[in-house]
């Protein structure tokens, strides 16, 4: 079973679209995480909920918008999709309490072409 | 604010060499420290953790020792494998426990040659 799980694995798409991400943990933790790592590979967070909650909105344009229905799904749409919107993004969870880092989906290649 | 900075990459060693990938860190408070991994089309790893001042993390032959004397976490491994060539990142988390983000270095990539 796999603990993180994240669709689709590879998305093409062209400038102007609208497109969504969508993320699974079933570890029972309490938060997730959505990063984007670019194309040197740094990570960077995104957002952050915890039990459904927004906690963490880093400085990330108004056309992404996350969405979380219950604590095991965090989703990420983006509008109005731009060239430099192309990265790898990652979804993540973990359990707030016990701090032993987090489990990482396998992540979702977006290119804008 | 929290940092971690890690040495430049590529770095490439030939198979059974020893391996030091430094880290250092910038954090107010006692952080957690992690080592994760990123093999080839995959996501990350954790592959090493440690919560506090002198703790030693190990995993897979992997070690690193959390030193706040020196805000340190450098990642050893005695005889590296061909297997081991991956992206390596270093981490923080602010503090041990609660929803915090995690803070990663830039990557080092890691280069086994047969």
């Known amino acids: 079973d796999t603990a993180v799980s994240q669709t689709p694995k590879y998305l093409v798409t062209q400038m102007g679209n609208d497109k969504s991400i969508k993320c699974e943990q079933n570890l029972g933790h309490d938060t997730m995480y959505w990063y984007k790592q670019d194309s040197k590979k740094f990570l960077k967070i995104m957002f952050s909920?915890?039990?459904?909650?927004?906690?963490i909105n880093e400085t990330v344009p108004n056309r992404f918008s996350p969405k979380s229905p219950d604590k095991a799904h965090l989703n990420l749409h983006i509008n109005s999709l731009e060239l430099g919107d192309s990265a790898v993004y990652f979804c993540a969870s973990s359990q707030a309490s016990r701090g032993y880092g987090y489990t990482f989906g396998s992540g979702t290649r977006l290119t804008v072409v | 604010g929290n940092s971690v900075t890690q040495m430049e990459g590529p770095v490439t060693l030939s198979e059974e060499a020893f391996l030091t990938i430094n880290c250092t860190y910038t954090?107010?408070?006692?952080?957690?420290l992690f080592w994760y991994v990123q093999y080839p089309g995959e996501g990350l790893q954790l592959l090493l953790k440690?919560?506090?001042?002198?703790d030693k993390g190990s995993n897979k032959g992997f070690e690193a020792t959390y030193r706040k004397e020196t805000t340190s976490f450098h990642l050893e491994k005695g005889s590296v494998q061909v297997s081991d060539s991956a992206v390596y990142f270093c981490a923080l988390s602010p503090s041990p426990q609660g929803a915090q983000k995690l803070v990663f270095g830039q990557g080092t990539r890691l280069t086994i040659n047969p």
């Open positions: 954090a107010t408070g006692y952080p957690s």
């Open positions: 440690a919560t506090k001042a002198d």
């Open positions: 909920y915890n039990n459904k909650e927004l906690i």
